[in-house]
């Protein structure tokens, strides 16, 4: 079976749950981040006292995107207390064996992330790392870690463990992938480090006195214009960094200038509902008014097609979300409610049901 201390391959899924994030508060059983707690007393515990700028600082320079979660924040929010009380917990039987293998509870364990790629946008696979800061035991992880293969970089251990198979009971056999780039290594008591070895080691060469992400002038000038205040929120400038995607035939998105973006800057806030903000900067101010032009079409089409058969959730979503332009800026802006959250979840919840009746028919 797949051994739960995989959590390198959560490198492959972290960016994308940072963009996702508001999407899935809206649909059931997506958001095992906010599964139920045991006896959290709303405490910070210590090794939250790192705060963002120290995650930041702590990951490389040559990067084109960079992103933080604060999960101790998420779950001191009315958002997180929807999600806890009304959204599905996953699998429990995955979240028991994870805490079984590291002794770390994700529900009350893991308090920030922060993640990095240096090779454009959502192309964390290869070129990405990111910093975890949670509360764990650092011998259970090495003793969980002591079959897999190692090396030794600047005097810190490196684990590979990008896939780790474990067969049997009792007395179990580990099998490692070494074709898969995942490493891990551990930074300090409250810190781990995950990515392609190349990323893993320039984490390394950080906390040896190389720049970091602090450093890279470009990401720091966007970050200027984003609510870092926010539980999560995401920089990232490349040129045609949206060159790689090719809308499908009929595709609205064909119909908008997204290759005219070389920047993105995400914020989300769930501290009284959800608000979220999401800007793509373009060279000329004409590229950005085409773009907004082309976006408003968009919603607009997609607002009528409710009007007529959800009134309600065409209320919220005329009301909640607002898109347009300024200057070289393309935006998107939404600020919802929980009531308003709740109301789009049995929306999708009865989208679902009727489509899952559809097709038992």
């Known amino acids: 079976m797949n051994l739960l201390i995989n959590l390198p391959l959560a490198r492959r899924v972290t960016p994308a749950f940072v963009l996702a994030l508001g999407i899935a508060l809206l649909i059931p059983n997506a958001a095992c981040a906010a599964a139920p707690g045991g ?99 650092r011998a259970r992880i090495e003793e969980a870690l002591a079959e897999v293969p190692t090396e030794e970089y600047s005097g810190r251990t490196l ?16 099998s490692v992938d070494v074709d898969i780039d995942g490493w891990m290594t551990i930074l300090s008591d409250t810190v781990l480090a995950f990515g392609s070895g190349d990323s893993v080691r320039a984490v390394v060469d950080v906390a040896d006195g190389a720049p970091s992400a602090r450093d890279n002038d470009t990401l720091m000038a966007l970050l200027e214009d984003v609510n870092t205040d926010a539980q999560v929120w995401l920089v990232s400038a490349q040129e045609a960094m949206f060159s790689g995607i090719t809308p499908g035939a009929g595709s609205p998105i064909g119909q908008i200038g997204y290759d005219r973006i070389n920047a993105m800057m995400l914020a989300l806030d769930l501290s009284d509902g959800l608000s979220f903000r999401m800007r793509g900067r373009t060279p000329a101010e004409e590229d950005a008014k085409n773009l907004g032009d082309a976006l408003n079409g968009m919603v607009a089409l997609g607002k009528m097609m409710l009007q007529s058969n959800s009134p309600e959730v065409f209320e919220i979503l005329d009301r909640g979300i607002e898109t347009g332009s300024r200057g070289h800026d393309v935006t998107i802006n939404a600020r919802l409610t929980i009531e308003d959250l709740r109301a789009l979840r049995e929306y999708a919840n009865t989208m679902i049901d009727s489509d899952n009746g559809q097709v038992g028919n």
């Open 159 to 174: 684990y590979q463990v990008g896939a780790i198979d474990r067969e049997g009971e009792g007395e179990e056999s580990v």
């Open 39 to 137: 006896g959290d007393d709303g405490s910070e515990p210590e090794a939250a006292a790192e705060n963002q700028g120290d995650l930041i600082a702590m990951l490389p320079s040559l990067a084109t995107t960079v992103g933080f979660v604060d999960f101790a924040a998420i779950r001191e929010t009315s958002a997180y207390e929807f999600l806890r009380n009304d959204a599905g917990i996953g699998d429990p039987d995955a979240l028991e064996k994870i805490i079984a293998e590291t002794g770390i509870d994700p529900r009350t364990d893991l308090h920030r992330i922060a993640f990095i790629s240096s090779d454009g946008f959502g192309t964390w696979d290869d070129k990405g790392a990111f910093l975890v800061l949670a509360s764990f035991e």
